[in-house]
């Protein structure tokens, strides 16, 4: 037996022969005694916080997700929780909401008995709810932080674990920092503070949130909208809407918020509509890809919508897919959604005089730059920072503090948005509901929303913008991903498709004041740009490629020989 093997042995049989584990638990792992891969896989590491926390297969094991792992993470939580609450006389407070996959509902009553355990309040949704109202709920409620059991759009055998600081954001990298100091330090899960249910209840340290945290969200997301008067004077009865919460969370929140604004033709998808852990009308309910919207399309053509929209399960990601002239249905990309949505804001605010002088616009930097070059046009500020919504949060509490900007807008290229201040995650209730408003106002103008997008990109250039993944599992995956991103770091090209490459930001240095990350941008004397990103949440490196070209024609001619050529490189290691 190898060194390794060995180590992943004696992990085994640690995870045996604890006494504060279940007996179903050590009879999954002793079924796979031979099965070494296996077992290697489920223990060479512990799960680790990325961009979104924890986040893994569902089994048992150090690197999955089960009930240990994520005692382990909350008592890890709660010690940062108490720190961070100081010697307040009031208890420290932590929201718990969860989504509709497998274990979601233990998860999160699991992460409220261990708060419990540690004298914190834990206020539990008793049932589904979006990921955006867990971080409106740590606000509205004053609480000391969050907890959101999802795994957002990932495959139904994973299960995630996201934490929210005070602010209602995810936890940046030195709050992580600490927990993750924290969790490191617990060696036994006898040191996890636990306590049942009706322990807790009794003690006041559980209770259940609901119909009233409901309403205060629906009337927040609600009063986002620029324009209502144009809904309620006739637009929202005309425009045709079919909407798809893909088995999760946005099911019940989208509706009444588009009721309340005088939406009257939305139609949801039927086979779609209830909670369903194993997602399975969908290969993946993952709004980013035209598959997602094959039922919706099929409703779409049937009702003849104008708008097509769908909502990934814990409802933090909104896709958008739109009819053009010839009466096919066209998916927009994050980006497009994005330029558009900054344009109808701006736009909106501006006609009715409420543009403010120091408007801001954050994106990501990896996200196109249409949307920052409408955005300066209006104006606003533009800025960038590093891909997860946290950084996104963390400027928007950098604005509230100092007054010197006022938050507009914030969006990243992978279908995340947020207008309105009160979250600081992103959010695709609000997201549906503007997007939904615009293609509501512009049907008056006699425009879809592909003509709207067909009139910024005449106005401002036209961008074009790709995403390519590569999925490696495992450790070996792992390995082959760090292997990748040395050999860009070390042998940078010096040309890609014939022009010079003019600039190289490896974000690990820490630039522009960002938090050091593995990413790798390297800037084409052109302005064509791309990037390489491992995921902080899947066993994924992500490539993003952009291009700014003439015509439509030539941008996309440019977009597809710059993606073959660094590709090649990249399937070539």
């Avoid at 064509?528 to 001619?557: D, H, M």
Wanted: hydrophobic letters at 40%; one cysteine or more.
């Amino acid at each position: 037996m190898s060194e390794m093997n060995q180590t992943i042995q004696n992990k085994v049989q640690q995870w045996l022969q604890d006494p504060s584990i279940d007996e179903t638990t050590k009879q999954e792992l002793k079924e796979l005694e031979n099965n070494p891969a296996e077992l290697e896989d489920r223990f060479f590491k512990e799960l680790e916080f990325g961009t979104g926390g924890l986040r893994g297969v569902i089994g048992a094991g150090s690197n999955r997700m089960n009930r240990y792992t994520v005692g382990k993470a909350t008592q890890g939580f709660a010690e940062f929780i108490v720190q961070a609450h100081g010697n307040k006389e009031e208890r420290p407070s932590v929201i718990i909401a969860h989504d509709s996959r497998h274990f979601s509902p233990e998860f999160a009553l699991e992460a409220a008995l261990v708060l419990a355990g540690n004298g914190i309040v834990a206020k539990l949704y008793r049932s589904l709810r979006p990921t955006p109202q867990l971080s409106f709920t740590v606000r509205s409620l004053k609480a000391t932080g969050g907890i959101v059991v999802t795994a957002s759009h990932n495959p139904p055998e994973y299960n995630g674990y996201k934490v929210y600081n005070a602010s209602g954001g995810q936890l940046v990298p030195d709050e992580a920092e600490k927990v993750i100091h924290n969790i490191e330090a617990i060696t036994s899960f006898s040191k996890v503070k636990r306590i049942t249910q009706e322990e807790a209840e009794s003690a006041g340290l559980l209770i259940w949130l609901g119909e009233a945290e409901d309403e205060a969200f629906v009337k927040q997301v609600a009063s986002i909208s620029v324009n209502p008067e144009v809904i309620a004077s006739g637009a929202g009865k005309d425009i045709v809407i079919v909407y798809t919460p893909l088995h999760g969370t946005g099911n019940q929140p989208v509706r009444r918020v588009l009721d309340q604004l005088g939406f009257t033709q939305v139609h949801v998808v039927p086979e779609q509509e209830a909670p369903d852990a194993e997602f399975s009308t969908v290969k993946s309910p993952n709004p980013e890809e035209r598959e997602a919207f094959t039922l919706a399309i099929e409703l779409g053509k049937k009702v003849n919508a104008d708008l097509l929209m769908g909502t990934d399960p814990d409802a933090d990601r909104m896709g958008a897919v739109v009819k053009d002239a010839n009466g096919e249905y066209q998916v927009l990309t994050g980006n497009q959604s994005g330029a558009i949505l900054v344009h109808y804001l701006l736009s909106q605010l501006q006609a009715s005089g409420k543009l403010p002088l120091n408007g801001a616009v954050v994106k990501t930097i990896v996200t196109s730059e249409l949307g920052a070059a409408i955005a300066r046009h209006y104006g606003a500020k533009v800025f960038n920072t590093l891909t997860g919504f946290k950084y996104i949060g963390e400027l928007m509490n950098e604005f509230e503090a100092t007054g010197k900007y006022t938050y507009l807008f914030g969006y990243e290229e992978s279908y995340g948005y947020l207008a309105g201040n009160y979250a600081r995650d992103k959010d695709a209730i609000v997201a549906a509901t503007l997007i939904a408003e615009a293609a509501a106002y512009y049907k008056t103008q006699g425009k879809s929303l592909i003509d709207v997008l067909e009139e910024l990109y005449s106005q401002f250039g036209y961008y074009r913008e790709a995403l390519a993944s590569r999925t490696l599992k495992g450790k070996d995956g792992l390995e082959k991903i760090g292997a990748l991103m040395d050999d860009w770091r070390n042998f940078p090209p010096q040309e890609v498709v014939g022009t010079k490459v003019s600039q190289v930001l490896d974000y690990s240095l820490g630039l522009d004041g960002l938090p050091k990350e593995n990413v790798l941008k390297f800037i084409l004397e052109d302005g064509s740009w791309f990037c390489l990103r491992p995921s902080g949440t899947e066993p994924k490196i992500k490539v993003y490629f952009a291009v700014q070209g003439s015509s439509n024609a030539n941008a996309l001619e440019m977009l597809e020989r710059l993606q073959e050529e660094v590709l090649a490189r990249v399937d070539a290691l």
